[in-house]
Each structure stands twice: as structure tokens, then as C-alpha cells.
């Protein structure tokens, strides 16, 4: 059928109308084209693929926002009691930020990616879920567990990222994003990156630490990368590492490395985009704000 929907897609090149009448998801129908640039599978020839990567250029940016904030998680890593003798998950940070986004007002919530842990217990070692074939039944109660307890909002436009541990339900054919969209509307992004701009500024939204294993990434020129699966907040040129918000912690003992969220805010200028980060961090189970934010300024 892909090859169907991509002869289709180079003879209309009308992305949204196949897109509806094969019934995917955005995200489902970038990786088909992204598949189909980076492999031979179809024998597309090299003006084919041209026309694809200009279709995926077009299509790519997942949502458009102006001078609204956006609340920025990630690395959540739930359901992980079922494998541990004491309960890691934090909950209660998640239930936390949605509250603070109500009384902010801030209507976009993003999660970078690492809802879910995907990990079971074989012989006392923690392994991948995909380790053994037979833990269907158990990454079906994970991602199950996940689903029952996370919370949705009609005041707040969600959207989630899936990073390397959420594609090991992947193996089970259970695609968590997609059963977030079915059960919670909850905007999926796809794996491992996406697209979206801010006053028609591109920020690549990645989770990944090795940005050559994704495959489009330099596809859409973009001025600004979001990074979760760092688990430390972190500010660098053109670069912003989102901490954690629950699961294990890599680094509790360094700057930036204790659970937290990320807000930004966007101003529109004269001659250039300014997105202002403001970091939140856990201090004897409170949230306080870092005294300065990280801005960045963006070119027009």
C-alpha cells in the first residue's frame, strides 16, 4: 500500500487529501515519504525523490504558533514501579504541570519524548521490553497503566514525542502516540523528531543524543533544536536539552539535572524572534523557578 500512496502523492502531490483518505496520522504519512527519500524500496528515481523531499518540506512543521507559551517536558519514564521494589514514577509532577499551564493560562504542553520505560525484570537485571518475545502481555498493562493515569485537558492543546524507549512498544505493535491520539486527543508527533515554528521560526523538537541517526533531520533548515533524553536542563548556542520529569535521574547531583519543565516564551520583534526559556526545578519537593532565563534570538 505505501507504494500505492506514494505513486498517488507524486502524481496530485496533494499531502493533506491522501493523507485523510488513507487514514494516517501526520506523522505516519512524513515517515512513508522520509522512508521512501532515504531507501530504494520503490526504485523512485532521483527526481522523484526530489519532488518528495520538497512535499516533506512543505508538509513537515507538525503546528504553528505565534505569542503563545509553551510548557516543555520530557523523559517521564512511567510505569516503571512494576519493576522496581519502590515507586519511582512521579505522578504527581505530571498532574503538577498541567495545573501550573491551567493557572498560567499557557494553552501548548509539549512532551519530548520517553513517556513510557518499556524495561522488564529477567533474572534481577532490567532489560528492554522487546528483550523477550514473550512480554507482550506486560507491555500491553505498561502501556495500559500509562493510558488510565495520564491526564488530558480540553483547555490544553497537548502534544508527545515518542523517543527510543516508547518505540520498544513498537515491537509488540503497540504504537503508544497513536493511543494517545485514540484515547486522551492528545496531538502525536512521531518518533524521534518533529517539526514546529514559532512567528515562522523552525525548531526541530529531537530525541535523540546521536542527531545522525535521525534521517531528516537536515531536511528542514531550522533555527533552533529542542532536545529531550538528556535528563539535564541545559542552554547552549542553538541548542536547549530539556530535564527530566520523572523516571530515574542521571544527574540529581549536577546544575540542571533535578527533575524540572521548561516554559518559553515567544516575542516577536522587529528584526528578529526572541524566545525567552524560563527553567522550573524540584527543591524539597517544590518547583522554583531559575532566577534568570536563557534567551534566544533568531533572525528574521
Known amino acids: 500500500m505505501n507504494e500505492e500512496i506514494i505513486r498517488e502523492l507524486l502524481n496530485t502531490r496533494d499531502f493533506y487529501n491522501i493523507m485523510y483518505e488513507y487514514n494516517l496520522y501526520k506523522y505516519d504519512f512524513l515517515d512513508i515519504i522520509s522512508n521512501c527519500i532515504y531507501s530504494n524500496a520503490f526504485k523512485l528515481e532521483d527526481k522523484e525523490k526530489e519532488v518528495l523531499k520538497d512535499i516533506y518540506r512543505d508538509n513537515g512543521c507538525m503546528f504553528k504558533i505565534k505569542d503563545d507559551a509553551v510548557v516543555f517536558i520530557s523523559d517521564t519514564h512511567f510505569d516503571y514501579s512494576s519493576l522496581d521494589k519502590h515507586d519511582i514514577n512521579r505522578w ?55 493510558l488510565n493515569k495520564y491526564p488530558s485537558s480540553l483547555e490544553i492543546y497537548q502534544s508527545v514525542l515518542g523517543g527510543n524507549h516508547d518505540e520498544r512498544y513498537l515491537y509488540y505493535d503497540i504504537d503508544i502516540l497513536k493511543e494517545f491520539a485514540d484515547k486522551k486527543d492528545i496531538y502525536p508527533l512521531g ?12 525548531i526541530s523538537l529531537e530525541h535523540e543524543n546521536r542527531p545522525y541517526r535521525i534521517k531528516c533531520r537536515n531536511l528542514i533548515s531550522h533555527d533552533l533544536t529542542i532536545h529531550g533524553h538528556s535528563h539535564i536542563a541545559l542552554f547552549q548556542d542553538n541548542d536547549v536539552y530539556l530535564p527530566a520529569l520523572g523516571g530515574f535521574l542521571n544527574h540529581k547531583n549536577e546544575k540542571g539535572g533535578e527533575f524540572g519543565f521548561l516554559v518559553m ?35 528574521k
Not at 524495561?119 to 507491555?139: C, H, M, R, W
Not at 516577536?268 to 534566544?296: A, M, Q, T
Open 265 to 299: 516564551y515567544p516575542y516577536n520583534e522587529r528584526e528578529l524572534v526572541k524566545l525567552e526559556f524560563e527553567h522550573y526545578y524540584l527543591r524539597d519537593e517544590s518547583f522554583v523557578k531559575e532566577d534568570n532565563p536563557y534567551v534566544y534570538k533568531l533572525k
Open 191 to 202: 518518533f524521534k523528531q518533529a517539526f514546529f515554528s514559532v512567528f515562522n521560526k523552525t
Open 92 to 146: 504527581d509532577l505530571l498532574y503538577y504541570v498541567l495545573e501550573f499551564c491551567k493557572d498560567k493560562k499557557i494553552r501548548y504542553l509539549i512532551h519530548g519524548g520517553d513517556i513510557g520505560d518499556g524495561t522488564i525484570q529477567v533474572n534481577g537485571v532490567k532489560k528492554p521490553i522487546n528483550f523477550d518475545e514473550g512480554s507482550y502481555e506486560l507491555a500491553r498493562r505498561q502501556v495500559n497503566n500509562i
